[in-house]
């Protein structure tokens, strides 16, 4: 785990930080490496926590894009409003991201299906920001443009956390979005494409098995 210190952003209790710096480096290669998949019963879970607090609707949103398209929290965090709503305010099918959206700075094409869609466009629908090319998702922060990778990550980590997900980060949404597809015989290069990834193993990496995937495994025999 990398040593460096993280940023104090929104963090002002002098107590606080030092407990979280203590116990938390907010980066996503640290969060990456054993993050929890959440089964549909978990997700559900955070739904329906998600919709008793505020933002709840931003926040859906934000939650599902990791788990039904599989980005990268800095991925989701550097979203433009245009990006994913075209001029006509209706969500793209696929999303283009620039490099200096993406981890590896490799520009790439996001595939969004039909649920996401609509869990987006009914957040585009009460959001509206004035200019086009604001981030798709705010931040409540005066004078803030968005959320950023860290930000995000550190909000992933708590909603987790207060939803009693032990292992749960802003990565596991992007595992459990692979795992899935795996489980449902979806083949690893495709995965990889999907992923964004240089390389096959860093995919294999994130496919956690489980006893219910070797359970319908050995039938195949």
Same mark, same amino acid.
């Given at each position: 785990? @990398?040593?460096?210190? #993280?940023?104090?952003?929104?963090?002002?209790?002098?107590?606080?930080?030092?407990?979280?710096?203590?116990?938390?480096?907010?980066?996503?290669?640290?969060?990456?490496?054993?993050?929890?998949? $959440?089964?549909?019963?978990?997700?559900?879970?955070?739904?329906?926590?998600?919709?008793?607090?505020?933002?709840? &609707?931003?926040?859906?949103?934000?939650? !599902?894009?990791?788990?039904?398209?599989?980005?990268? %929290?800095?991925?989701?965090?550097? &979203?433009?409003?245009?990006?994913?709503? +075209?001029?006509?305010?209706?969500?793209?099918?696929?999303?283009?991201?620039?490099?200096?959206?993406?981890?590896?700075?490799?520009?790439?094409?996001?595939?969004?299906?039909?649920?996401?869609?609509?869990? !987006?466009?009914?957040?585009? =629908?009460?959001?509206?920001?004035?200019? #086009?090319?604001?981030? $798709?998702?705010? @931040?409540?922060?005066?004078? =803030?443009?968005?959320?950023?990778?860290?930000? &995000?990550?550190?909000?992933?980590?708590? &909603?987790?956390?207060?939803?009693?997900?032990?292992?749960?980060?802003?990565? =596991?949404?992007?595992?459990?979005?692979?795992?899935?597809?795996?489980?449902?015989?979806?083949? %690893?290069?495709?995965?990889?494409? $999907?992923?964004?990834?240089?390389?096959? @193993?860093?995919?294999?990496?994130?496919?956690?098995?489980? +006893?219910?995937?070797?359970?319908?495994?050995?039938?195949?025999?």
């Amino acid at each position: 785990m @990398s040593k460096q210190q #993280p940023k104090t952003v929104g963090i002002t209790n002098k107590r606080n930080y030092a407990c979280i710096t203590q116990n938390i480096t907010f980066t996503e290669n640290a969060m990456s490496k054993q993050a929890k998949t $959440l089964n549909t019963a978990e997700l559900r879970r955070v739904l329906d926590y998600v919709a008793t607090r505020k933002h709840s &609707l931003r926040n859906r949103a934000m939650l !599902l894009t990791t788990h039904y398209a599989g980005l990268r %929290v800095g991925e989701v965090a550097a &979203l433009r409003y245009s990006d994913v709503v +075209d001029a006509n305010g209706e969500i793209r099918t696929e999303v283009h991201l620039a490099a200096h959206q993406t981890k590896n700075k490799h520009a790439r094409t996001v595939f969004l299906n039909e649920k996401l869609r609509k869990e !987006l466009q009914q957040y585009a =629908s009460v959001v509206k920001p004035k200019c #086009p090319n604001a981030k $798709l998702f705010y @931040s409540q922060k005066k004078a =803030s443009d968005g959320f950023t990778a860290n930000t &995000l990550t550190q909000f992933f980590h708590y &909603l987790y956390k207060r939803v009693g997900l032990d292992g749960a980060s802003s990565h =596991s949404g992007r595992r459990t979005f692979i795992t899935n597809l795996a489980a449902r015989g979806v083949g %690893v290069r495709v995965l990889m494409s $999907l992923a964004g990834h240089r390389n096959i @193993s860093t995919t294999q990496a994130y496919i956690d098995v489980n +006893d219910d995937m070797k359970r319908k495994a050995v039938e195949l025999a």
